[in-house]
């Protein structure tokens, strides 16, 4: 407890003095499909997501509490951005959902656009690359999602992209890396940012990779009391799986 303490402590007051919030340039050359934690580019919500970036500050974190190590790789968002602007058929279909106020029918067409995606074939440089991280990663690992839009100081999108934990199997990582993409449009991810006023033709999707730990229980952090809408530190201990 007071460790999970001293780091959300640690985690507010790096925020405040880094500059993540800052969209950092891009030089054409820099644009990796998949990058370690460790990789400074990983700081940037605008390549790893929120969770990634978190993720990259909890790591940096670390070594200076109790050398803290989290074994990750990211898939990164210049990836997702790819794979869409590549598929005109899917990019299409995520510009036509703002203009939808049919709920129906914007479910029906989520639901297509879930489908394409999951049907098209990675390409082999990035299944190399995914495969490579999960060998490295130990070959029992965790896909999980990784919104530009989420944990931010604003919006929290918690709990709309999928998590796959004890992939062990390389086809297993590629198809669930496909289908963290898909879950960007669920249809409670949908609804959300449509009652959030936020644009899903602007949202992009990153993947973290994490080794799986053997855990006793897992610890959840908040930094925010939602009911009572103030900051607030919240931390608890449940037994998982």
């Known amino acids: 407890m007071a460790i999970a303490a001293r780091t959300l402590l640690s985690l507010r ?25 460790d990789n400074p580019l990983a700081r940037s919500a605008a390549v790893a997501g929120g969770k990634g970036s978190n993720t990259f500050i909890l790591r940096e974190l670390g070594k200076t509490l ?10 990164t968002i210049f990836t997702y951005e790819n794979f869409i602007s590549g598929n005109l058929a899917i990019k299409n279909n995520i510009e036509q959902l703002d203009e939808i106020t049919e709920k129906e ?7 297509a656009i879930r489908k394409q995606i999951l049907n098209v074939e990675l390409s082999a440089s990035l299944k190399r ?17 990784s919104a530009d839009i989420e944990d931010g100081e604003k919006l929290a999108f918690a709990g709309h992209g999928e998590t796959f934990l ?3 199997r390389e086809d297993q990582v590629i198809i669930a890396v496909k289908k963290v993409w898909a879950s960007l449009y669920s249809d409670d991810s949908v609804d959300y940012c449509i009652n959030n006023g936020i644009s899903l033709k602007n949202i992009r999707m990153a993947v973290v990779l994490q080794k799986m730990v053997d855990a006793k229980v897992a610890g959840v ?12 530190y919240r931390i608890s201990c449940n037994f998982g799986l």
């Open 13 to 37: 007051q790096y925020r405040r003095s880094s500059s993540i919030s800052r969209l950092p340039y891009f030089p054409q050359t820099a644009h990796p499909e998949v990058v370690d934690i």
């Open 66 to 75: 109790d050398n803290l190590t989290i074994p990750t790789a990211i898939v």
């Open 105 to 111: 029918k914007r479910r029906e067409l989520s639901a």
């Open 129 to 145: 690359s995914v495969i490579r991280q999960f060998k490295r990663l130990g070959g029992d690992i965790a896909v999980r999602s």
């Open 166 to 168: 004890h992939q062990i």
């Open 221 to 232: 952090a908040f930094s925010f009391d939602v009911a009572g809408k103030r900051p607030a």
